[in-house]
């Protein structure tokens, strides 16, 4: 059984690798990003010599744009565009009849396509940390819970690019939806502007979503703003978050296939 997970996940890699123009341009947007954000923050906080704005000086918040940067190029795939497209031609029936779970097989589909993107990852990164020096790194416990919350990071990203496409089942048109999830997770994951920007009241509902272990948890922890029992609490209530809504999938995924309907022999 394990073997049928694993063709899955070379399927993705074997994918990535034969669109490779397509799979880097996405990757480059993400990139872009990240060059956008880092002129802009350096303006805002003076390059080293203004003081610091919400608790970031320039060293930190380049430290944290470059963990956004990780967290939004990780599970930027094509798994969504070809989940949706087979539940809306239909070809979802064929997946069904296979003797693998369906949710699973996305998952490994995702994690397939993860190792690709941690080499453009680790490209990015030494082309910035040649350019500006290396970010400080954060101390021994912390820096354990830092890579738990980067490993948890791709199983929660992925439920939730999966529940948005369990949408096709019910609309026809899956970029709106997509483009709204980009949206919602862009801004509430501390991914365009760290969650101490908001106001106290959003800062606070923003950290302890689902939303926040995409970019918002492992950030602060790498940058020091969270460390100790706050950073414990922070990763657990990411496993938290990834759990209920592992099991919430199962529960709509019931209910979506209800909505199947498929023609022609």
């Known amino acids: 059984m394990r073997a049928a997970y694993r063709a899955h996940a070379r399927a993705t890699a074997l994918s990535a690798l034969a669109y490779r123009a397509s799979f880097l341009l996405s990757l480059g947007g993400v990139a872009f990003q990240l060059v956008a954000l880092l002129a802009v923050w350096r303006v805002l906080l003076g390059g080293g ?14 430290s944290y744009l470059l ?28 997946d069904l009849v296979k003797p693998v779970d369906y949710q699973r097989a996305r998952l490994w589909e995702t994690i397939g396509g993860v190792w690709i993107e941690v080499a453009v990852i680790a490209v ?16 021994g416990p912390e820096l354990a819970l830092f890579v738990s919350s980067m490993v948890l990071l791709v199983p929660l990203k992925f439920i939730m690019v999966y529940l948005s496409t369990l949408a096709c089942f019910w609309t026809e ?9 980009q949206a919602i ?44 029992r706050h950073a414990l609490l922070l990763v657990a209530a990411q496993l938290g978050w990834l759990l209920l809504l592992w099991f919430g999938a199962r529960a709509l995924f019931g209910r979506a296939l ?6 022609g022999g």
């Open 49 to 62: 010599s203004g003081g610091p704005i919400g608790g970031f000086d320039w060293p930190h918040m380049r």
């Open 67 to 94: 963990v956004a940067f990780a967290s939004g190029a990780l599970v930027g795939t094509f798994v969504d565009f070809r989940m949706s497209h087979r539940i809306r031609s239909g070809l979802v029936a064929l």
């Open 124 to 139: 990015v990164v030494a082309v910035s940390v040649a350019f500006s020096g290396p970010p400080d790194l954060p101390a």
């Open 173 to 181: 048109n899956f970029v709106g939806v997509m483009w709204a999830r």
């Open 185 to 228: 997770t862009g801004l509430l994951s501390g991914a365009l502007v760290p969650l101490a920007y908001f106001p106290g009241w959003l800062a606070t509902a923003a950290q302890w979503s689902p939303f926040a272990g995409l970019t918002s948890t492992p950030a602060l922890i790498f940058v020091g703003h969270a460390s100790g």
């Open 258 to 263: 209800r909505q199947l309907t498929v023609h």
